[in-house]
């Protein structure tokens, strides 16, 4: 089992920035990727972005980021705390959401992965 717990999220201007963290405890040697997605009132739950690596959980990753995201989040790891950041930069109304970090085994694409553990979500609200 792995345990996820995120925070960070809060209420923020359009054009600010957060930073969440998700931090992950229990069996981590049995994942080899780290993600978020994210549901906003009335959609799917979309994928953000994520970390996946080969080996042991401190070794070197690769990053993946939907579209939408891209040179606006930055997903990163402190292996020293076992917790992996989703920073996020010139926020905008349609980023309002609930935020889920999520762990698994991965093959694959971890956009399009099944993941084994979900954290309990944190809202960010970002006004216009």
Not at 26 to 54: C, D, H, M, Y
Request: glycine share 10%; proline share 2%; charged share 15%.
């Amino acid at each position: 089992q792995v345990h996820l717990v995120e925070s960070g999220g809060r209420l923020v201007q359009a054009g600010g920035s957060l930073r969440l963290s998700c931090a992950a405890s229990g069996n981590i040697f049995s994942i080899n990727t780290v993600g978020w997605f994210r549901q906003a009132p009335g959609k799917e739950r979309e994928f953000v972005a994520a970390l996946n690596w080969r080996g042991d959980f401190r070794g070197a990753y690769t990053t993946y980021y939907a579209d939408s995201v891209k040179d606006q989040f930055t997903i990163f790891r402190d292996n020293a705390e076992n917790i992996v950041y989703l920073q996020m930069n010139s926020l905008k109304p349609e980023d309002t959401a609930v935020y889920y970090c999520t762990a698994g085994a991965v093959q694959g694409s971890p956009a399009q992965a099944r993941y084994d553990y979900w954290g309990q979500g944190t809202q960010i609200t970002v006004s216009s």
